[in-house]
């Protein structure tokens, strides 16, 4: 079971940029710097509003999915549009990338990953939560379970085609808050666009905006403290310390 106890204060580290992350460094001041904070803070959002269940992995699941789709409707509401072009073109070319190391290295073929349309998802659906399983307290997934490489490399995929099929959805940000709250909020806030420039100071000027407009929505969080830490190894980009 998740700790689901009231905290004061939550910390959110972010690896500092290196040469050996599988992203430039120009996408990764806007992908993690910027676009991916509020994925982590959904995180903050789904643990604070009292979501249990005996189910570890169904849980995991679930909170995964909605945070995605949380990140993308979020910026579609509030950020500017040429930013949710960029991002859509990083996020279908990490995609690409990893369809094709699947196709190479192993020999499973997932073009069809691409095409968005409900069987798709479906279908893509329940293939990762029949191969998931919790590892350490997070989601991994089974799809060649024998190697530990192309195990972090599917977590990879995961995320990456939840985060491309939500960019493409068209799915109010108000409607994923209501489910993760658990409660109505109030639809009609009037807030300006937000733009930004990339830089490690980024996920500050993030972290503020989405509290406003909690605050807007009569939704209390707890402080959000971001800090910038030493690279830790495969899938230790971005965490929400819960």
Same mark, same amino acid.
């Given at each position: 079971m998740i700790n689901n106890?009231?905290?004061d204060t939550y910390n959110l580290e972010i690896s500092q940029y290196n040469s050996n992350m599988s992203i430039s460094e120009s996408d990764y001041y806007k992908y993690v710097c910027c676009y991916n904070i509020i994925h982590e803070l959904g995180h903050v959002l789904f643990r604070e509003n009292s979501h249990q269940t005996q189910d570890v992995l169904s849980y995991r699941f679930e909170e995964e999915c909605l945070v995605i789709q949380l990140a993308a409707s979020y910026w579609r509401e509030f950020g500017?549009?040429?930013?949710?072009?960029?991002? +859509?073109t990083i996020v279908k070319r990490q995609?690409?990338?990893s369809i094709n190391y699947f196709g190479e290295a192993v020999g499973i073929e997932l073009k069809d990953m691409l095409e968005v349309n409900e069987t798709n998802k479906k279908y893509y659906t329940n293939w990762f939560?029949? +191969?998931?399983?919790v590892l350490y307290g997070r989601l991994a997934f089974d799809i060649v379970p024998e190697n530990s490489n192309i195990r972090y490399r599917s977590y990879n995929l995961y995320q990456e085609y939840f985060n491309y099929m939500s960019l493409c959805e068209n799915r109010s940000f108000f409607d994923i808050a209501e489910v993760i709250i658990g409660k109505e909020i109030e639809k009609s806030i009037v807030y300006a666009k937000n733009k930004y420039s990339y830089n490690k100071e980024t996920p500050n000027k993030v972290i503020h905006d989405f509290m406003n407009i909690m605050n807007c929505l009569n939704v209390e969080l707890p402080d959000i403290q971001y800090e910038s830490v030493r690279d830790r190894g495969h899938n230790s980009v971005q965490k929400v310390c819960i």
């Open positions: 106890t009231r905290k500017s549009d040429s930013f949710y072009d960029e991002i +859509n995609l690409l990338n939560r029949e +191969n998931a399983y």
